[in-house]
């Protein structure tokens, strides 16, 4: 709970005692009971690590406010005694203005399983939220609500397709299986400029598809990309796959001669863990050493330190 909140609750009930509603019971519980629409929203927001409060939220689900709705429902979650009637309150929390609020409605959805259904119109509405942390969360809550993933693949098909693909990529890989039609724009992200991106679609690929298999030969094509940000995370992505990656030290021998320092230097880490794999990995690693670039050269001497300790 933000300070400004609770001090505007505070402020609230205190100002409700000014009016002579002394005989409330003290605390932002009798706000949530008695105050004004605006009390009771600022009292919601702040019950959030209130376990005396408990039965005034669960009485607040029934105010007559949406966002007091929302927002007790939101506490409740917090404090882990979310009741099943508390869906309806969740969808409703889909809809207020705080992309936090929003992203933990979803999840506390999506933990309701089936008995988040009478929030599903309100779950697939976020499936289209300006915000793609939202959408990706969205997806998974109606997953979890539906127990299939019809709705859940081609919305996040949409965004692994899109400028902001991250957040869909990661939960990409929460449905297992069942992301299955979501494998070909998973590998195409290995590609991407973006590390973290990539880092994202890898472990996914790895959680619906267990062997690593294409995911290496489309790391391995890309350390001759054109971008040096694309070969450089797809180094760093090899990397990741430790000793798995060893079927792409050709590739890696190659690249330890690539134009940009910050590629040599993940290829040096990576050639550290692959070397023994061929005697070419081996002497790429060597060269790296000798290599004009202090980082690299400092790369791979820790890389054949570490290689020999092993």
Do not use: F
């Amino acid at each position: 709970m933000s300070r400004p909140i609770a001090l505007l609750a505070c402020l609230l009930l205190a100002a409700a005692c000014d009016r002579g509603e002394e005989s409330a019971p003290p605390g932002p519980a009798a706000a949530l009971r008695r105050g004004s629409v605006a009390e009771r929203r600022a009292a919601a927001a702040s019950l959030l690590l209130s376990t005396e409060a408990i039965p005034a939220l669960h009485a607040a689900l029934a105010d007559q406010d949406l966002e007091v709705r929302a927002r007790a429902a939101l506490a409740l979650g917090r404090l882990g005694a979310l009741p099943p009637q508390a869906a309806t309150a969740l969808g409703e929390a889909l809809s207020l203005p705080g992309k936090e609020d929003r992203w933990r409605a979803a999840q506390m959805l999506g933990s309701l399983g089936p008995g988040g259904r009478p929030a599903r119109e309100a779950i697939v509405a976020a499936l289209v939220d300006a915000d793609p942390e939202v959408r990706a969360q969205a997806a998974l809550a109606v997953a979890a609500v539906e127990g299939n993933a019809v709705a859940a693949v081609p919305a996040l098909a949409r965004d692994l397709e899109g400028p902001t693909p991250r957040a869909a990529a990661e939960a990409a890989g929460e449905l297992g299986a069942h992301a299955a039609p979501l494998l070909p724009a998973l590998r195409r992200l290995l590609l991407h400029e973006d590390r973290r991106t990539v880092t994202e679609a890898l472990r996914s690929l790895l959680r619906i598809q267990r062997s690593p298999d294409e995911a290496i030969a489309a790391l391995a094509g890309g350390l001759r990309h054109p971008s040096p940000e694309v070969r450089a995370n797809c180094a760093y992505g090899l990397l990741r796959l430790g000793e798995r990656a060893k079927e792409a030290a050709a590739a890696a021998v190659l690249a330890s001669e690539d134009p940009e320092a910050s590629v040599r230097k993940i290829v040096a880490h990576l050639l550290g863990q692959i070397a023994g794999v061929s005697p070419e990995a081996a002497k790429a690693l060597e060269r790296l050493q000798q290599d004009p670039d202090p980082e690299v050269r400092a790369e791979a001497e820790m890389a054949t330190t570490s290689r020999g300790a092993r």
